[in-house]
């Protein structure tokens, strides 16, 4: 038997019928009869249809406040920088007013000195 | 000198009046012809609005509280020309005659040449009162009305803590009392 003729006769028993074994048939109609198993599909479990609300409701209260603060701290720096400004011409109405008492105030003491 | 002129104007401040707004309209037309000019107006709101950002924690800051908050109103009107003769003296005349009557005391008038200063003094039906100054120098006109206490020594400590903005000492969260010098040690260190 030369190398041919061995690897066709190898071949020849691997393909060869072979008989199921006993109650083959049986077995595939009791599996026909099972109820079809769904495949695993990801259900939602009941605190996530909480969770998701919660979570909504609080980003949006964290945005509102933080929109609120930021609207306070505008309003604060707006009245701030507008008593700067008033305070800033109280200090330009002194600075003429002492200016001015300081003009009488020199032309009384030389009107004293030339009498 | 500060003080005697200070007590000599809160001795004049006894005559009572009615009307202490001054209508300056006839000096809006400087506005254009003056190189420099300053409008200021206070009202008691602004006045209140100020002292609401000087600390308490100064001294200094404290007593500029207290000298506005005695304030009910500031006028300012100053105008810088770059030529004499850039008003007349129906100008002037416009805004003195209505000084006069009931509740004015003029306290002091001093004419050096071209210059002219007055100061007046009122008191409304209500106890209030204020100092008013008029000044006509060659280039510059100026009205001044500080409703309020005639306290020149008040005004006069105000104007020194306010001098040249430097604010950074009163304002209630800017720098601390003791970066800043007191006017009050500057005053006893040219005292002595």
């Known amino acids: ?115 | 000198m500060r003080k005697a002129i200070g007590l000599c104007v809160l001795a004049a401040a006894t005559v009572f009046g009615q009307n202490q707004n001054i209508d300056l309209s006839a000096w809006d037309k400087f506005a254009s012809k003056a190189k420099e000019s300053s409008v200021v107006t206070l009202t008691p709101e602004t006045l209140g609005l100020a002292t609401s950002v000087l600390t308490d924690d100064s001294g200094d800051g404290k007593q500029l509280k207290d000298v506005i908050a005695k304030l009910k109103g500031v006028t300012i009107r100053t105008y810088e020309f770059a030529e004499k003769g850039a008003y007349t003296k129906a100008d002037v005349e416009a805004v003195r005659k209505q000084l006069g009557g009931p509740g004015w005391t003029k306290f002091m008038e001093v004419k050096d040449g071209e210059e002219q200063v007055e100061m007046w003094l009122h008191k409304s039906a209500n106890g209030s009162g204020g100092l008013t100054i008029l000044a006509a120098e060659p280039r510059q006109l100026t009205f001044v009305q500080i409703d309020g206490p005639p306290d020149l020594a008040s005004l006069m400590r105000a104007s020194k803590l306010l001098k040249g903005g430097g604010l950074d000492g009163v304002l209630s969260d800017k720098g601390s009392p003791s970066k800043k010098k007191s006017s009050r040690d500057e005053d006893n260190e040219e005292d002595n």
Do not use: C, H
């Not at chain 1, 030369?2 to 190898?10: P, S």
């Not at chain 1, 691997?14 to 079809?36: Q, S, Y």
């Open chain 1, 1 to 115: 038997m030369n190398e041919f003729q061995r690897e066709e006769e190898l071949l020849r028993q691997g393909l060869r019928r072979r008989e199921p074994r006993d109650g083959f048939a049986n077995r595939v109609l009791a599996r026909l009869d099972e109820p079809k198993r769904s495949a695993p599909v990801a259900q939602a479990s009941w605190w996530s249809w909480i969770m998701a609300p919660a979570m909504a409701a609080v980003l949006i209260a964290v945005l509102g406040l933080g929109a609120l603060q930021y609207q306070r701290v505008g309003r604060e720096r707006q009245q701030r920088a507008k008593a700067e400004q008033a305070l800033g011409q109280f200090a330009r109405a002194m600075e003429i007013t002492a200016s001015k008492l300081e003009l009488a105030q020199t032309r009384v003491f030389r009107t004293r000195g030339q009498q």
